[in-house]
């Protein structure tokens, strides 16, 4: 079992950066698939970038260029580098960790890109 805690969230205006984090708890954090994930008011879960065990990534077409995923396994910990954040990228952004079948998320951290 793994759990997940996201921090690093926060107002910021158009043109900002932000750095999400997200720690997990439990062994074994380096086979584990890890994602950020994003929902935006009244909207539904997207995919925003992933990174495998392995360090592939994929991003979504609406953040590449902008966005870098990364993961220190050494500090359990997987990062979302966000620049040039736009007010479309307002959203609750969640962690995700996944290993064959199994999926755990964290609870999610709020980003607001407003002037």
């Known amino acids: 079992q793994v759990q997940l805690v996201e921090s690093g969230g926060g107002l910021v205006q158009p043109g900002g950066s932000l750095r999400l984090s997200c720690a997990a708890s439990g062994a074994n954090f380096r086979f584990y698939a890890m994602g950020w994930y994003r929902q935006p008011p009244g909207k539904q879960v997207d995919l925003v970038a992933d990174?495998?065990?392995?360090?592939?990534?994929t991003y979504a077409d609406s953040v590449k260029g902008r966005f870098t995923i990364s993961r220190d396994n050494g500090k359990n910990t997987v990062y979302l580098q966000m620049n040039s954040l736009k007010p479309d990228d307002t959203a609750v952004y969640y962690c995700?960790?996944?290993?064959?079948?199994?999926?755990?998320w964290g609870q999610g951290t709020q980003v607001t890109v407003s002037s």
């Open positions: 995700s960790a996944t290993w064959g079948s199994s999926r755990h």
């Open positions: 990174i495998s065990s392995r360090g592939t990534t």
